[in-house]
């Protein structure tokens, strides 16, 4: 079956460009998740969607981040003004359920994005 | 806030041994569930095994078992008769009850040599 598809798997771009990020969860998923993965470091989180609703964006770094997830399925991370420091693998999650504790989440092979 | 450490940067093991790898967090949380993602070089995240802290038993997967001291707060990962496979990042993960994310230690880099 389709895992979670994260596209382009890579993005180049230029400082103070705009980009966005997709990913379609897997067929279902109430729960998706945003992560940041800097170089040689473990995922942190950004945000999390249950269905269309962002419950949680306490880890998205700068206003310049937003992510939405409007009909409840596909999800769109974009970032604004890109900074260098911005540089990092951004990977996709889904889960089942509404109580993720108890579903794992399913990961997708992440955009690299690489701002000049 | 939890915390993930794994104080290996790098393991290397030799085909078909055995390797642990470590892991140790911070909670005041009693109930939560700790998880071992690998990460090969294609970056996709692969659920390996995971653990659920009211469980004493600890948890098992074909070649992969955990040894979950919950007092000492460390869950480390065996890997059985080590395959070239197996090469990949390393990494373990905690959530709790009331957060909706997983916490991700800083990895560990194995390498299986044939």
């Known amino acids: 079956g389709a895992g979670v598809s994260q596209s382009p798997r890579y993005k180049v771009a230029k400082r103070g460009q705009d980009v966005a990020l997709r990913c379609d969860p897997i067929s279902g998923h109430v729960s998706l998740f945003w992560y940041q993965q800097a170089l040689g470091q473990g995922p942190e989180f950004l945000t999390y969607?249950?269905?269309?609703?962002?419950?949680?964006k306490s880890g998205l770094p700068s206003d310049r981040f937003f992510a939405e997830r409007p009909e409840g399925s596909v999800s769109t991370l974009k970032i604004q003004r890109t900074q260098q420091e911005d540089s990092a693998v951004y990977l996709c999650a889904s889960s089942l359920r509404r109580d993720s504790i108890n579903q794992p989440q399913h990961f997708g092979d992440g955009t690299r994005l690489s701002i000049l | 806030a939890q915390t993930v450490t794994q104080s290996q940067p790098e393991m290397s093991v030799q085909e078909a041994e055995t390797v642990t790898l470590s892991c140790t967090y911070d909670t005041s949380e009693n109930n939560y569930y700790l998880f071992w993602y690998k990460q090969p070089p294609s970056r996709q995240m692969i659920l390996v095994i995971r653990?659920?802290?009211?469980?004493?038993q600890n948890a098992t997967e074909n070649r992969f078992s955990v040894n979950f001291q919950k007092a000492a707060k460390s869950f480390s990962l065996k890997i059985s008769d080590s395959q070239l496979g197996d090469t990949a990042m390393y990494f373990c993960a905690f959530h709790n009850n009331a957060g909706n994310m997983l916490t991700f230690g800083g990895g560990t880099r194995l390498m299986v040599k044939p």
């Open positions: 969607f249950q269905n269309e609703a962002q419950l949680d």
């Open positions: 653990q659920e802290a009211y469980k004493q």
